[in-house]
């Protein structure tokens, strides 16, 4: 790994993390929600250690990372989302055997930069679910890329992210690189409004040209660095399920003692969500030791458990907004809020679809 930092304790940085979520993001909750997007709590959660599984060092690990983002996701997932997708970022550079990146590695883990991860059009590629978007051709010193990307989320306008091209010559190959906002060639665009995830920076960008030196290159060409990162990818996503569990069954628990005589007619319970979420966790705690492993039989518990954990944090969701009722259907009630958020974990890359489509596709043994 090229960077060296070393991070806070785990324990201090977890609970570092929950006083950000409980003092500063819990009361901007809804105004992150309508679209604000919350840069100073990024850059909190930045210097608490929050961004710091690629670091080494420290005894931070992969499971303490996804705990800090299952503690934010029990408040809010736009926020938990851009946690994810900062991670990813420096899991990339991690990753690769690029030492020129080590300097980008340090300043993305303390969150001085901000940045995310450019690969929804790629994931579903390497799955016959979408086309090469980006195009590259060798020139000196590096590649020129051509193409548009709808979705990069936790970017600004000098923002970094991850992204994969395809070269245009005889040789076909995929290439993997960290591309620069602020860099000519590049032009993002933020005109997405969504029903919920209004406050993740997510915006279109245009490569026209834009030259990319061998300096910023994570893998030429992709194969079998992809196979290293991919379980790591999904695994931090599964932090944003599990903080939408919990929350949904504390919703359920909270109006217990108004409702708990009528609620108990409903088909899910919060004991229900309590066995589940027990059995995630153990699975995703014993995943995450280990997630350079390459194995197919690894990675399908890997996508099995992002497939449970998206399908129960849905249904959690819902259960939430039938027990609270009337009052998490108003247009300030958290049930609501919710359950628009965790349709998100549902549909961002891989999506539920997609999740599914891979474990069909990928061998059994």
Sequence with gaps: MPATAVLE????????????ADRTLCPRVREID?????????????????YGAHMGGGGVTLTDTIEAISTVAEHCISTAFCMWCQNALGWYIASSDNTALAPLADKAGSGEVLGGTGLSNPMKTFFGIEKMRLKGTRVDGGYTVKGALPWVSNVG??????????????????????ADCAQDGVKTVLDHEFMAMGGTATRAVQFRDAFIPDEMILADPIDGYLQKIRPGFVLM?????????RSSIALMRQVDGQLGHVNKYLEDQPEDFEKILGEAEAELSTLALTPYDTSISYFRRVVALRLKGGETAMKAAHAAMLHQGARGYVSGGAA????REAYFIGIVTPATKQLRKMLHDLPKA
Excluded at 9 to 14: G, R, V
Excluded at 34 to 50: N, Q, T, W
Aim: with cysteine; hydrophobic share 45%.
């Design 9 to 20: 304790q785990p324990s201090t940085m977890l609970a570092d993390v929950s006083a950000i």
């Design 34 to 50: 309508e679209g604000a997007y919350p840069e100073d709590i990024m850059r909190a959660l930045g210097s608490a250690g929050a």
């Design 157 to 178: 306008e000098d923002g970094f992210f991850g992204m994969v091209f395809e070269t245009t010559d005889e040789t076909s190959k995929r290439i993997m690189a960290v």
């Design 237 to 245: 996503q599964c932090g944003m399920a599990i903080g939408m569990i």
């Design 336 to 339: 609501q809020r919710r359950l």
